[in-house]
């Protein structure tokens, strides 16, 4: 569904700015305006060709779905010397505790089973696929073998850390996305564990 829906627009973009000599004020256009539909308020700095892409420069505002406090923590961080010192510290499967592990690959395992219930049989030509939205060795092996366990999505959702559901959520999306569909099922999984974010964010705020 997503992708029926957003395919024709870029489509369209991509034909205006092949046909115009203004290309570059177009582009710049379209990019805060495609954000500015996320809910970003953003404004291009920089735009220049290298080589065969293009590089960008942005300035980000708050978001509208971002609150005061949590705009001035992000800030805040971003600002902070520990901020500095730990940008190259990325959350990853690897980074997390081993609860945190289990929970993480038993929400994949139910997102995959959601979309796909012969996953478990069909493991072998998911699995290249599944590494391709940048899950290592490690988390795969272990989704795998949460597929053989299945557990409920409200028991999984219960008591998450914000960090493995931006994690899930991420994930998520790429996976529901394999087939070039969203069915209604894996829509209301993906809404539930935004559901999950949003209430830890206004806990956290």
Avoid at 99 to 111: E, N, T, W
Avoid at 138 to 154: G, M, N, R, T, Y
Avoid at 164 to 184: E, H, N, P
């Amino acid at each position: 569904m997503l992708t029926q829906l957003v395919r024709p627009l870029v489509r369209t973009q991509i034909q205006i700015l092949a046909s115009s000599e203004a290309a570059g004020s177009r582009l710049v256009t379209t990019i805060a305006r495609w954000l500015g539909y996320l809910g970003v308020q953003a404004e291009v700095k920089h735009l220049k060709t290298d080589g065969d892409r293009i590089q960008v420069s942005l300035s980000v505002g708050k978001p509208e779905q971002c609150s005061e406090a949590e705009w001035k923590k992000i800030l805040s961080n971003l600002n902070s010397a520990e901020s500095s010192q730990s940008s190259g510290l990325e959350f990853t499967y690897q980074t997390m505790s081993a609860p945190q592990q289990r929970k993480a690959s038993r929400l994949l395992a139910h997102i995959i089973q959601v979309g796909n219930p012969e996953a478990l049989q069909q493991w072998e030509t998911l699995k290249p696929q599944l590494a391709s939205l940048s899950m290592d060795a490690d988390l795969l092996k272990s989704i795998h073998v949460a597929l053989k366990v299945p557990q409920s999505l409200e028991s999984l959702l219960d008591n998450l850390d914000p960090d493995i559901t931006a994690f899930v959520l991420s994930r998520a999306i790429g996976i529901t996305l394999i087939d070039r569909m969203i069915t209604v099922d894996e829509d209301s999984a993906l809404k539930a564990i935004y559901s999950a974010l949003s209430a830890e964010s206004q806990t956290l705020a």
